[in-house]
Nanobody, 126 residues
Framework: QVQLVESGGGLVQAGASLRLSCAASGRTFSSYSMAWFRQAPGKEREFVAGISWGDGSAKYADSVKSRFTISRDNAKNTVHLQMNSLKPEDTAVYYC???????????????????WGQGTQVTVSS
């Protein structure tokens, strides 16, 4: 089993920044993609950003491109999401996710995820 623990959520005003972090522990694998998803009340869980193990290739949802940046530290089994210029529509519970995958694969769909974190709330007021 893999345990994922998120941190860094909170309540901010529109235009502010937040940095989410996720630490993975437990069973180890040779490579895995890490990602962030989010779920707003009454909506389905959606992909936000993902990053590969090998070369750090990243993919983003169109709604967050140029505002959010995903990064990872393989030595520490951590992934971060820097969120800038936050908007009220970014309000959601943000989930860290892991997919066991070859070096260059980036997880982008909830159905691909092998492990989920418990989630951290991000609330952006207008």
């Amino acid at each position: 089993q893999v345990q994922l623990v998120e941190s860094g959520g909170g309540l901010v005003q529109a235009g502010a920044s937040l940095r989410l972090s996720c630490a993975a522990s437990g069973r180890t694998f040779s490579s895995y993609s890490m990602a962030w998803f989010r779920q707003a009340p009454g909506k389905e869980r959606e992909f936000v950003a993902g990053i590969s193990w090998g070369d750090g290739s990243a993919k983003y949802a169109d709604s967050v491109k140029s505002r959010f940046t995903i990064s990872r530290d393989n030595a520490k089994n951590t992934v971060h999401l820097q969120m800038n210029s936050l908007k009220p529509e970014d309000t959601a519970v943000y989930y860290c996710a892991v997919k066991i995958a070859p070096f260059y694969i980036v997880v982008v769909a909830a159905g691909q995820v092998d492990y989920w974190g418990q989630g951290t709330q991000v609330t952006v007021s207008s």
